[in-house]
């Protein structure tokens, strides 16, 4: 079975960055809608895709829309913009690559920095800063600012392309996830408790969409859906790596935001064993995901886990991911919703 790479294409293409997800959300409505019982959309802009269950818990599914980008802070009186990261960056990456300015309408730009030709020894040997960087235009300030204001956002400019078994674009982080949640809603069939699939904002700037979400939501059982760091790459050694393209997908158990419940990894190892689906476990040194915000902000916590999708080039102009691990991803999460009820959770135990 293959994965919908037009989708997936459509998907990571489309700007959204934090705070500014209205592209990536009218995408996901489309393809959502038909597929579940009921949808809505909260007051941050998460969009909660319901499809019922039989039992009386509540199993909520995080997957962020939203991509690492900027926004526009100041034009200069050459009109070069200047600009702010919302999320994480490598500074060295941004080296005249193109980015969209969403303005009034859309301008492509180019990241431009002190060409090498006229730094000094000492200049060379420094890291970049995001500060040493500008967005050309190509325009004078009077026709920028007919069409850029401070606050807009700004994203990457970059097209999905196959690569030998892999995809490769901007935002594979998280869109990934988007698509992979689509999926398996898609094929869901019956399921033991209501599945709230959760396609939340804002998550590169701190959780907060899934934080917010999860407070409505009040779930009893959570996942969590982001992409990993996969560091199989000349120079890494093994303990480094965290997980490998091709391994399958990652189970996560820990990262700098959350220890998954036990009984989650237990019954996530042996789903995916008895279903044969390929995996590998996850524990990443630093970075969360929603994960953390499904498992603490509902009353009492709640029994959460994760599935992460290994990506090369994780928070730089393009990442890449492997389409068995994709497909993984999908099949994982289907089963694990479908078979909820047959794992003992031990609830008479809890207070």
């Not at 909520?60 to 009186?77: L, P, S």
């Not at 006229?118 to 920028?144: A, R, W």
Request: proline fraction near 4%.
């Amino acid at each position: 079975m293959s994965i919908n790479v037009n989708l997936l294409k459509e998907i990571c293409e489309v700007a959204g960055t934090s705070g500014f997800e209205q592209r990536i959300r009218e995408v996901v409505l489309r393809e959502v809608t038909p597929l579940v019982d009921k949808v809505s959309i909260d007051n941050l802009g998460n969009i909660v895709a319901v499809k019922n269950g039989k039992g009386d818990k509540r199993v909520m599914i995080g997957a962020h829309m939203d991509e690492i980008g900027f926004i526009v802070t100041h034009v200069d009186d050459k009109g070069f913009v200047r600009f702010h990261t919302l999320g994480g960056f490598d500074p060295k990456t941004l080296t005249a690559q193109r980015v969209v300015v969403h303005g009034t309408e859309d301008l492509i730009g180019v990241m431009g920095s002190k060409p090498i030709h006229v730094m000094s020894p000492e200049e060379k040997t420094k890291m970049p800063k995001t500060t040493d960087y500008f967005i050309d235009l190509g325009m004078p300030k009077e026709e920028v600012e007919k069409i850029v204001s401070v606050g807009n956002p700004i994203t990457r400019q970059r097209e999905l392309i196959e690569m030998g078994n892999c995809v490769n674009c901007k935002s594979i982080d998280n869109r990934v996830s988007v698509f992979i949640l689509i999926e398996t809603l898609r094929l869901l069939k019956d399921v033991p408790y209501d599945v709230y699939g959760v396609f939340t904002v804002q998550e590169e700037l701190g959780i907060r969409g899934a934080n917010a979400a999860t407070l409505a939501v009040k779930p009893d059982f959570g996942f969590g859906l982001d992409t990993t760091i996969a560091y199989d790459v000349p120079g890494a050694s093994p303990q480094e790596m965290v997980t490998k393209l091709g391994e399958g997908t990652g189970i996560k158990i820990m990262d700098s935001s959350t220890i998954c419940d036990y009984r989650m990894v237990d019954y996530m190892k042996k789903t995916a064993d008895k279903n044969k689906i390929k995996w590998q476990p996850e524990i990443l040194p630093a970075g969360g995901t929603d994960t953390s915000g499904i498992q603490r902000m509902t009353p009492g916590g709640s029994i959460a886990g994760a599935i992460s999708i290994p990506t090369r080039h994780i928070h730089q102009v393009i990442e890449m991911a492997d389409k068995g691990d994709i497909q993984a991803s999908i099949d994982l999460l289907k089963v694990c919703l479908e078979d909820l009820d047959k794992y003992d959770w031990g609830f008479s135990q809890r207070l």
